[in-house]
């Protein structure tokens, strides 16, 4: 019975040949844009899992009850006082995220002059961090107890020895403890790509309780209790109670630490940190929801497109099924045997539809990677419950349309097939409108949402910033400061303004759309307000150049003196405010604020007001500044003329390496950094483009078929309107009109809907478009030419042919 | 072998009844070979389909094979006409999507025949019907009169004990009709099958022992052989 089933569908889909390449297309698509994001999916929600306790792994943060945000950074010392006290700890480990960040210095012969190479993510770590999280080793076995001990990652030395062993090599770390040999003990295989902790470098801690290696940042002294700097991870005895446990802590951390009255201690599971549990989770994830969840709902709705396409299809080829079902039951066939049939013949689409969907998945997968910067591939399918998913959906998916279809087509009863199939009527015709529908609101909401969200990312990217960020090269400073550091960043400074191409140089601590320096509370007016002291400035240093190379303007005074950077700004005590800060230090106006002192510990003076400019991106609001005055160099900004580039920047590398020997040249250009804080929005934008184009793509797919058969069925119609005189316009209105009415209803649904969401999506931009009717009209538009074009290829067909022919055929 | 009693068959024409069938009496007695004849629209098809349980009457008692047709269920006529009845039709209504073979076989499948047994069953008829060099073409591959053959060979793989035939012969010339009506004869006399069909011509219709003649849904006439 099966293997006739079978033969039976194949024949049966070679037959209906057009019908079946629609069919196969759209599903296989469907499911390859499905399977992707399964990937996708499967990803992000397996990460931190691959330690094999990881079960008993929590991340302890501190909630001091008013603040919605908790507090990931603890202090050095608080993790060991707590273990002391409570047994449940089996272990703990901490991190110091990137915190020896600077150079690293390798020789590979005693003697030579070493080969130099900006590290990023260099961490300092305790000495159990590898077996604690799990990180497998290649060499060596990587305890870091010891002071001056490092690990590093498997590419990590590969870059720095080659194919010779690392254990036992010595490195040099230039950063802001100064410059400290360290003894490779071990080299453990690159951090797996689902891992929220990286590091390139991991560095003792143990290293840092010795002054010498401190450079004098007596903060970072890991026993103290002070400033937070560290990630403290806990590992808990199984079984026991995690609330429990979690108040008992706070009670012990009131004991610990000497002003943690309100404070909250609680523990946030290794797993969930990287993809939240619900929305409205509380703590600090690395991954997005949001992001993931979005994706799914695509995934899903395109699936769901794919389908009702085939649903829609095979239904309406049902007359010409319909002979085939009534002889069947006259021959003796139940109607459940007749289901199964025409259940085969989905099976068996399916399975095609799905081989062909893992090649496309196979051919696209390289893009789609590199797209989102993930590696993702079929195999993360298999990790998680994620395979029972995809099985399930693919399964549903089969059994629901193949059993709708089948039940329509087994629903003819024999004494009207053997009438006479003419006298056939086909229900339903309402299902497959509504289907229509369906497939059109999913594609026009998914189309506005695109024109929005590109229309958002354009007003960003175009709005005035207040600063000029065309033709500057940022080049970050030297990782080493010492006694001599000022005189060689002047000294740089002096030689690249000799070059003829560079127009102007300026240094300062961070650059427009990175970030600041730091965030400061309790300053003031002299006559403070109440509450004034709660207020936050965000602290840039910068040097006497800088407003005038990003072209900001002054409102008020002017930029700092050569003299004040020299003192600098805890000696000179000269600020320059933007006017948000002017204004929330309670100063009337810009003018009102020049020459007047405020009170940040000691008095400061206010030398400048400049007019407000966007530091960050428009997703936040300009923040109120204070710029301090200082010899700058943590990155020097460039302004230079277009031609050339790549030559003149190769002079100032010389320059550089000159003055500052074995710092790494590196730079960017910043308005591609600035650019990056769109990123987001970029990638949002390409994937609901895509989205779009795949969903009106299936289900312009759906619809030519649907036109097809129309066409097909009114075949007669046709003709006998054409020997009657009608023109080619009359015939394709004949077949367009019904097609184009249910994708104008769409659009008044989808309308709506698409209002709703993309208002509520742009709320979380500071500054924003709003939406305005014609994107609805372009969008709307869109679908109905599709549509039209879609239609209108089947209709000339139909309204092109010999009327003569096809009313002799009949 | 089957008895219709007072059966009426109406449809409902705005408030007045349409009778297509008329309070009709019938008895067809095993190894009869019966021939309806009448103008069109007199309710030869309904009357077939009736006796053939694809239809059921407004009214009225039908009994076959001992059992009140009326009575049962769906699931259940279609097991009794399953198992005692072959159709063959004006328009063949062989399944297009099938060959001939597959199109012969069809009916052993629904009753659950094995393969085997269904080859054997099937190469024997396509034997008798001459027609084994045909059995891989499709039936749009086949003339009206061998697309016919084929229709009454798959009505007969079952080995049913009535053949319920509407109009066999009405799309084929007379030679190939001739043939059919020979075949239908020597199934009627040497496998004792019961034969009930409908037919315009006259001498088709006296290959039956008996010619009913329907008028407006009524027995105008029954004229025996
Ligand atoms: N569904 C229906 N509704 C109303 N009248 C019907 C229906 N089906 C058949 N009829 C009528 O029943 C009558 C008999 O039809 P039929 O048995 O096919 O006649 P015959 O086979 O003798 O030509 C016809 O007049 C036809 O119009
Ligand atoms: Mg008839």
């Known amino acids: 019975m099966l293997s006739t089933h079978l033969k039976i569908a194949t024949r049966n889909l070679r037959r209906n040949f057009t019908f079946s390449v629609i069919n196969i297309a759209g599903l296989a698509l469907g499911i390859g844009i499905f399977l992707l994001i399964a990937e996708y999916v499967s990803f992000e929600w397996g990460f931190n899992r691959f330690a094999s306790n990881y079960k008993n792994i929590y991340r302890a943060s501190f909630f001091n009850g008013k603040e919605e945000k908790g507090d990931y950074y603890l202090p050095p010392g608080y993790a060991a006082a707590l273990k002391e006290k409570l047994p449940a700890i089996e272990a703990y480990t901490r991190i110091g995220e990137n915190l020896g960040g600077g150079v690293a210095v390798v020789h590979q012969q005693k003697a030579d002059a070493g080969q130099a190479y900006r590290e990023g993510n260099v961490s300092f770590v305790d000495g159990n961090f590898l077996q604690f999280f799990g990180w497998k080793l290649k060499e060596g076995n990587g305890v870091l107890n010891a002071a001056q001990t490092a690990a590093i990652s498997a590419s990590t030395a590969k870059k720095y020895f080659g194919l010779n062993p690392a254990v036992g090599k010595i490195i040099e770390i230039k950063n802001q403890f100064g410059s400290t040999l360290y003894t490779i003990t071990g080299v453990y295989e690159d951090v797996p790509a689902q891992s929220d902790i990286k590091a390139d470098v991991l560095l003792s801690f143990k290293t840092l309780e010795n002054p010498a290696f401190r450079n004098g940042n007596d903060w970072a002294d890991p026993v103290k209790l002070e400033s937070g700097y560290t990630y403290n991870f806990f590992q808990i005895r199984p079984g026991t109670d995690q609330a429990a446990f979690a108040k008992l802590a706070t009670q012990v951390t009131r004991q610990i630490l000497p002003d943690a009255k309100g404070l909250k201690v609680e523990l946030q599971p290794l797993k969930d940190i990287h993809l939240a549990p619900s929305f409205n989770y509380h703590f600090q994830t690395y991954g997005s929801l949001i992001y993931v969840v979005s994706f799914l709902a695509i995934a899903i709705l395109i699936t769901v497109i794919a389908w009702l396409n085939y649903i829609n299809l095979s239904t309406v080829q049902a007359l010409s099924r319909a002979k085939e079902s009534g002889v069947r039951k006259v021959l003796g066939a139940t109607r459940s045997q007749i289901i199964i049939q025409f259940l085969t013949e989905t099976v068996v689409l399916t399975v095609i539809s799905l081989l062909i969907s893992v090649a496309f998945v196979t051919l696209v997968q390289p893009y789609f990677n590199t797209f989102l910067e993930k590696p993702l591939s079929l195999k993360l399918l298999f990790d998680n419950w994620i395979c029972a998913g995809v099985c399930l959906v693919v399964i549903a998916g089969c059994l629901f349309s193949g059993i709708y279809v089948a039940t329509i087509l087994s629903a003819f009863s024999p004494l009207k097939t053997i009438r006479g199939v003419a006298n056939l009527k086909l229900g339903g015709v309402s299902i497959r409108k509504v289907l229509v529908v369906f497939q059109f609101t999913a594609s026009v909401i998914l189309i506005i949402t695109t024109i929005t969200l590109y229309r958002q990312l354009r007003y960003m990217q175009t709005q005035d910033l207040g600063l000029s960020l065309k033709q500057k090269v940022v080049i970050t400073g030297p990782s080493v400061i010492n006694s001599s550091g000022i005189d060689q960043s002047v000294a740089f400074e002096n030689r690249v303004k000799q070059l003829p191409f560079v127009g102007k140089i300026a240094a300062s601590n961070n650059v427009p759309g990175q970030g600041y320096n730091f965030s400061a509370q309790g300053i003031t007016k002299l006559a403070p307000a109440a509450g004034d002291e709660k207020k936050s400035y965000s602290m840039l240093i910068v040097d006497n150049q800088y407003f005038d190379t990003y072209d900001i303007k002054f409102k008020e005074g002017r930029a700092f003196t050569p003299a004040m950077l020299i003192h600098g700004w805890p000696k000179t005590r000269k600020v320059i405010l933007n006017e948000s800060a002017a204004k929330q230090l309670g100063f009337a106006n810009a003018e009102q604020a020049l020459g007047q002192k405020i009170n940040w510990g000691k008095e400061f003076e206010v030398v400048g007001v400049i007019k407000d400019y966007h530091h960050l991106s428009l997703h936040q609001f300009i923040q109120p500044m204070i710029f301090l005055p200082a010899v700058a160099d943590g990155y020097f900004t460039i302004k230079m003329s277009a031609a050339d580039m790549q030559q003149h920047i190769n002079q100032i590398k010389k320059i550089y390496e000159e003055l500052f020997p074995g710092e790494p040249f590196t730079f960017s250009f910043l308005d591609e950094v600035f650019d990056k804080q769109y990123r987001t929005e970029q990638k949002m934008g390409s994937i609901f483009m895509s989205a779009a184009g795949i969903a009106v793509f299936i289900a312009a797919m759906g619809l030519f078929g649907l036109a097809a058969f129309t066409a097909k069925q009114k075949v007669k119609e046709i003709g006998i309107r054409k020997v009657l005189g009608a023109n080619v316009l009359h015939i394709v209105q004949l077949i367009s009109a019904d097609f184009i009415k249910l994708v104008l209803v769409s659009i008044v649904i989808a309308s709506p809907i698409a209002w709703f969401a993309m208002n509520k999506w742009l709320q979380q931009f500071a500054y924003r478009t709003g939406m305005s009717w014609w994107i609805f009209v372009a969008g709307g538009s869109l679908a109905v030419t599709i549509a039209t074009l879609t239609v209108m290829v089947q209709s000339l067909r139909a309204a092109s042919a010999n009327p003569v022919k096809s009313l002799r055929n009949e | ?225």
């Open chain 2, 1 to 225: 072998m089957l008895t219709l009693k007072n059966i009426s068959k109406y449809y409902q024409v705005g408030g007045s009844k349409n009778f297509v069938l008329n309070n009709i009496d019938l008895d067809v007695e095993e190894g009869e070979f019966v021939s309806i004849m009448g103008p069109s629209g007199s309710g030869k098809s309904t009357l077939l389909n009736i006796i053939g349980m694809l239809d059921q009457p407004s009214e009225g008692y039908h009994y076959f094979m001992g059992e009140g047709v009326h009575l049962l269920k769906e699931k259940q006529r279609t097991a009794l006409y399953k198992q005692y009845i072959g159709f063959v039709f004006q328009a063949y209504h062989l399944i297009d999507e099938l060959t001939v073979y597959e199109n012969i076989e069809t009916p052993l499948i629904y009753q659950n025949i094995k393969g085997g047994e269904r080859k054997a069953l099937v190469a024997d008829i396509l034997d008798r019907f001459n027609i084994v060099g045909k059995k891989d073409l499709f039936p749009s591959q086949l003339s009206g009169g061998q697309q016919q053959l084929v229709g009454i060979a798959r009505a007969l793989i079952s080995k049913p004990r009535l053949i319920l035939a509407d109009e066999p012969t009405g799309n084929l010339n007379s030679k190939q009709g001739e043939e059919i009506m020979e075949l239908f004869r020597k199934l009627n006399q040497e496998d004792n099958v019961t034969i009930i069909q409908v037919t315009h011509n006259e001498k088709n219709a006296e290959y039956g022992s008996r010619i009913i003649n329907l008028l407006d849904g009524k027995i105008e006439s029954i004229k025996n052989i």
